[in-house]
């Protein structure tokens, strides 16, 4: 067959682009974890010796590493000083823990995913899971790095607003449970807002539940949150008034299971808060920048965590609306319609 010379230059100069973004990504997760991006927000202009001197680092390795982020945008360099800076906009995605678009935690989390290379692709040749738990910890610790962000941002701001009365019931003093918890950042977030309420969060990994009673504490807000290893069809029944699942619902094997149990766990008053990652109910609608990140998560992690456990159904993390719908009425609720977006997440209110 002939080749089109064109389509051959746009397959490769997209191959070229993730070549450079694979290699950048790896760099982006070393000047995180050595707090390079930190020491330039906090110092401004920096000269690579400059910067070396600040960090405790070898300043020939910071003279590439500095130039393959000029040459991706993440840093700014200056050539008639030879001065590199990071602007305010990449102080927010880089630097600031607390900004809505810091993203290293992402980067974390992909880091950690090519050290467990090894077995998505045995899994690929037997069909079998990947548990959450067999993978290697820094993904644990990177989405709660990745999401936190999005809930400080939005969860108290306009999620929880955007459900019918749950806001209020939470002022007044509610019990919430918050199933999939992980690293607890969301239940923490909400323990926060809302001081008179009772909180319960539930994970089935116990290192993580470890690690969310220990933000507990450093959060000051222990006394008012519980922590307990459990998975999401067997947590203790307290007539709840919100019920919570954070980018979590798809990545079970029996997600219905999970809704039955909610719907004899929840007060007949009580309120669903489904957050999903934000996904068209087609393929084809989701063939962007944000499905192609969440499809590869959904690889190698969704589906690899569904299949491992009973069930098996591997929503995936591009379920859609549609298919999430279909979850929750078979799983006893009556209502279920979309409360709120971002330009991540898909937020659902499901009621008895």
């Not at 644990?140 to 999005?150: K, L």
Request: net charge negative.
């Amino acid at each position: 067959m002939a080749v089109d010379q064109k389509r051959l230059e746009t397959v490769l100069n997209q191959g070229v682009a993730d070549l450079g973004s694979a290699i950048s990504a790896l760099l982006l997760h070393i000047g995180d974890k050595l707090g390079l991006y930190k020491a330039m927000a906090e110092c401004g202009p920096l000269t690579a010796k400059e910067l070396a001197r600040r960090t405790g680092t070898a300043e020939r390795y910071l003279r590439e590493w500095l130039a393959n982020q000029a040459a991706g945008g993440y840093v700014t360099f200056d050539a008639g000083t030879e001065h590199y800076s990071l602007s305010e906009e990449q102080a927010l995605c880089l630097a600031n823990e607390d900004s809505p678009t810091f993203l290293p935690g992402g980067f974390e989390s992909v880091a950690s995913l090519f050290v467990d290379e090894p077995k998505f692709v045995d899994a690929f040749r037997s069909g079998r899971g990947v548990g959450w738990h067999e993978h290697d910890p820094r993904l644990f610790r990177g989405t709660e790095r990745f999401f936190r962000p999005g809930y400080n941002a939005n969860l108290v701001s306009s999620w929880i607003p955007a459900l019918e009365g749950v806001g209020q019931k939470l002022e007044r003093g509610a019990r919430a449970a918050d199933v999939g918890c992980g690293h607890g950042a969301s239940t923490i977030v909400m323990a926060r807002a809302y001081p008179k309420s009772e909180f319960f969060g539930f994970d089935y990994h116990p290192a993580s539940i470890e690690r969310a009673r220990q933000a507990a504490a450093e959060a000051g807000v222990a006394n008012r949150v519980r922590f307990e290893v459990a998975s999401a069809k067997d947590f203790p029944a307290r007539s709840y008034d919100l019920v919570a699942f954070f980018d979590c619902l798809h990545d079970m094997g029996d997600p219905v299971g999970a809704v039955r149990h909610v719907r004899e766990t929840i007060s007949d008053e009580g309120t669903v808060m489904l957050v999903e990652p934000f996904a068209g109910d087609r393929l084809e609608d989701n063939l962007n920048p944000i499905g192609r990140i969440f499809y590869g998560f959904s690889t190698v992690v969704c589906c690899p965590a569904s299949l491992a456990q009973e069930g098996g159904l591997a929503l995936g993390a591009q379920a859609g609306e549609a298919r999430l719908r279909d979850v929750f009425l078979e799983g006893g609720f009556g209502h279920f319609r979309r409360a709120t977006e971002t330009p991540f997440n898909l937020i659902f209110e499901a009621r008895p």
